[in-house]
């Protein structure tokens, strides 16, 4: 029985008690969203880890770190400690995206030591096999596409981002666009351009119904990705990405049916001024399906500091509905990411999440602002320390302060201390 199932039926799964503790949302409304597909709780029935968490409306805005290795830098050590960082940093879930090295290993040691749910992108994994033997991927066999889906699950996967929207008539779509980027999506490239030179629709729309077979097998959250999503601001909202958002809030209705949870994925580079309708229009064509998105970034030219980009975005993207935020690093268009860089982007990605909460009215979200506001009236460096997002470099940064009754910014004109002065007159 699936997360779904057992909601429609009324059933509180441990799970869900876990969330309860841990959300400020009552029994009845968290077992009414999970039920019509508003909330959802990936976790793989063969894996157990810490910090189960469900993700959607009513609950806090969740965030997610990539990692993973590439054909260039295929160290398995290297992610081990990426993920660490990721999650002491305060990462509410990991995907890995590896490409490169002992593929199935790096998953089962990540599986093993994340404390947090687990996602990955089936289809990289095929690609990655067929790059190792020189043959194209446009070579890809559906059904081993389909089979390796099944293996990752088996494994412990708790999400999986599926192409699904990209379809022969959507591929059509996008190729009358006149879209600065294309398609930036490697899952979605990879897709369009085997449906271009095979002339068949996509396995993983044409067989769906196996698909949800798989996933309900193991109640795995299908995390239905946004394969033409823009990788520029002047890509935005065009025909291509709305004509695929339609495709998958068809798809995600199919999965409620045979109780699959679902998500979906949404845009990457969005103008600010048309986030918030991209949100709107994602919960009415998806019925308020969980929306899990890569930023979004609303411009182009910060490469270097596309962690800040995304956080600005993010935030409003949030404020506007979007219940999962993937981080987005400074190395984002650059590198693979290091240590640093993954810790910086996870920091950046809190930050975001917590502006939207205050702004969703979540509870107890602006009462940590009002504390915080508390402590710094007072002076009271530990309490400050204790409530920082990232209370690490906050500690870092007050070392350089030679006297506790103030900062080094303002030193004897401290605002606060003169403020107390004058109210003992």
Known sequence: MTQLEAAKKGILTQEMKAILKEESIDEATLLKNIAKGKIVIPKNKNRNFEKVMGIGKGLRTKINANIGTSGDCPTLEFEKEKLKVAIDAGADSVMDLSTGGDLTLIRSIILEESSVMVGA????????????????????????????????????????????????????????????????????????????????????????????????????????????????????????????????????????????????????????????????IQKRLCNEAPFYILGPLPTDIAPGYDHITSAIGGAIAGAAGADFLCYVTPAEHLSLPDVDDVREGVIASKIAAHIADIAKGYPGAIEKDILMSKYRKELNWEGMFSLAIDPIKAREKFKKNNDVNSCTMCGKLCAVNIDKKLATI
């Not at 990289?124 to 699950?153: F, N, W």
């Not at 097998?217 to 990405?241: E, H, M």
Request: contains cysteine; charged residues 25%; negative net charge.
């Open 121 to 280: 992108v089936p289809i990289y994994a095929v690609a990655a096999k067929l790059a190792e033997q020189d043959i194209p991927t446009h070579k890809m066999d559906g059904e081993k596409l389909l089979r390796s889906i099944e293996e990752q699950c088996k494994q412990g996967i708790d999400y999986i981002t599926v192409h699904c929207g990209v379809t022969k008539e959507s591929v059509a779509r996008m190729d009358k666009t006149n879209r600065v980027c294309g398609i930036v999506s490697r899952g979605g490239s990879i897709l369009a351009d085997w449906i271009r030179r095979n002339g068949k629709e996509n396995p993983l729309y044409e067989f769906y119904d196996d698909l949800l077979d798989i996933a309900y097998k193991y109640d795995v959250t299908l995390s239905l990705g946004d394969g033409f999503r823009p990788g520029a601001i002047a890509d935005a909202t065009d025909r291509a990405q709305i004509d695929e958002l339609i495709i998958l809030g068809e798809l995600a209705e199919r999965a409620w049916e045979k109780n699959v949870q679902t998500m979906i994925e949404g845009p990457g580079h969005v103008p600010l001024n048309q986030i918030q309708a991209n949100m709107i």
